[in-house]
């Protein structure tokens, strides 16, 4: 399991999507704007210490992080969207993007066996536990409509893609059996989150995403939690964390 939770990692696929099918927040309003710079951006993303808890920092190497859409492969071109938000990939044609991982900190913490005596299963364990959830959280600034265009998209292949779809990156690829609507945080001016479903060895898990606009700029999140993984447990975005970058955008 090792080998596929780790290949996941550096799969990009999935995003957040809401219309009908999802449950979101908020509507149209202010969705008109003139685009922020990426200058402007850099002063509004996320920075350490603006949430209690996370270390903040440009996920140098972080294995989500795409460095283009041309590197995202997937099954179905209608689920594009999807695979852009896991991959911390803007949606649609922004005037400016940056984007932060957010990762939260863990105790540290001694195994109770050297690594030389651990099983496999008991090595994948300590893995996941010492290692907090990581969040990329992706800033995208519009002119026009263009913010409410992306969100438009994301909700259609939500409801477009519930089966499920085929994504990856850098040759790697995931099956991911259904997209879910799930609850938001709650903030912006409209807010979608979503579960993805996947069958890790025959153990059905969960990965989580959730997208924010606010006015002409829109955020999404992508959560890599290995211990909920692992473990089968229901993911999610947390929700500090978009809370604290709603509240710099105002």
Request: proline residues 4%; charged residues 25%.
């Amino acid at each position: 399991m090792t080998a596929l939770v780790l290949s996941l990692a550096a799969v990009a696929g999935c995003g957040s999507g809401g219309a009908d099918d999802a449950e979101g927040s908020g509507g149209k309003e202010s969705a008109t704007a003139k685009a922020a710079s990426a200058a402007e951006l850099e002063k509004l993303v996320l920075a350490d210490g603006d949430v209690e808890g996370y270390t903040v920092d440009e996920g140098e190497g972080y294995a989500s992080f795409a460095a283009s859409k041309d590197d995202v492969e997937v099954g179905d071109e209608k689920c594009a969207p999807l695979a852009y938000v896991l991959s911390s990939l803007p949606l649609g044609d922004p005037a400016a993007h940056v984007r932060r991982l957010a990762t939260e900190k863990t105790p540290a913490t001694t195994p109770s066996k050297d690594i030389e005596d651990m099983t496999d299963a008991e090595m994948e364990e300590a893995l996941a536990s010492s290692a907090g959830a990581a969040t990329s959280v992706s800033l995208s600034s519009y002119d026009g409509e263009g913010a409410a265009e992306a969100m438009d998209s994301l909700s259609d292949a939500v409801g477009a893609c519930a089966g499920g779809f085929t994504g990856g990156m850098a040759g790697e690829s995931a099956k991911f059996t259904k997209v879910a609507p799930a609850k938001d945080a709650g903030q912006g001016d409209e807010s979608v989150a979503f579960t993805l479903g996947l069958d890790m060895e025959g153990k059905p898990t969960s990965v989580s995403g959730e997208a924010v606009r606010n006015g002409g700029t829109v955020t999404t999140y992508y959560t890599f939690d290995l211990e909920t993984l692992m473990s089968g447990k229901p993911s999610g975005i947390p929700a500090e964390v978009v809370k604290a970058q709603s509240a710099k955008l105002g």
